[in-house]
């Protein structure tokens, strides 16, 4: 998997680095993405790592130069077999793909070892796919304006049930009221907070804000990332991750 990545200014390879993975909706949009969480992590001197991983969930490979050859060929030969769109093997590759990624990331630039991940419209799968089967790797997730369809997962068998790892994750859904699929969004959203709290995700870490129309930051309502609202959700996470694990360490000195 071909991916770009933006350094925050003072990285050193003196420390472990907080990383948020975000995957474009589609392919094409030339690191846009990448750039515009860059200037919301700039802007609030934020040390994170910031990737983009080029997904191929939702489009036709004839358009992506990158995966010209075997990679193109798999999966054009997939999705022929099938009714246009293979979605178990594109899900297989965006899976595997994003973990080489992550591991990348991990070994070259000293990122930490769970992530933060957000997808945005059709890159929600990737997002929704390593909450429900890849927790031991996520932090926290943002669901923007997207929802679940199973992509990439197998609820017959779904890992690390009633887990430290599930019940740790923060999950958050933003979505425009003016969206024209928020009423679908957001009776998914209900259908899949129901199946993670049965695999032991805790309540009061899952969360849904709708942008309504008038809001004070003058925030569009409608169908669009909201990457400053996204990296407010991860620095507050963060926070209080790092504020957790120091109140176990000072648990730990006074036993």
Known sequence: MKYYLSLPKNWSAKRKWPVLVAPSAHYGD???TLRMFARER?????EF???QPFVINADPMAKMAEYRGEVADAIR???AATDGRDEIARGKFDREGVMAVIRDVQTLYQGETKVYLAGFSSSTHIATMFVFAHPELIK???INSGGYAGRGVDEEHIPLVN????????IKVIVG???RGYQFYSENWAETKAKLLGYGHRPEKLQMEVINKGNPEKLSPGHGWYAGRIMDFILEVEQKSRTGNTHDEQR???R
Do not use: F, H, L, T
């Open 42 to 46: 700039d802007a609030r001197m934020a």
């Open 252 to 254: 730990e000195n006074a």
């Open 49 to 51: 790592i910031v990737v």
């Open 140 to 142: 926290g997730a943002v």
């Open 77 to 79: 030969a997939a999705d």
């Open 177 to 179: 009221e003016e969206d």
């Open 163 to 170: 887990s430290p790892e599930r019940a740790r994750m923060e």
């Open 30 to 32: 030339k690191g846009a």
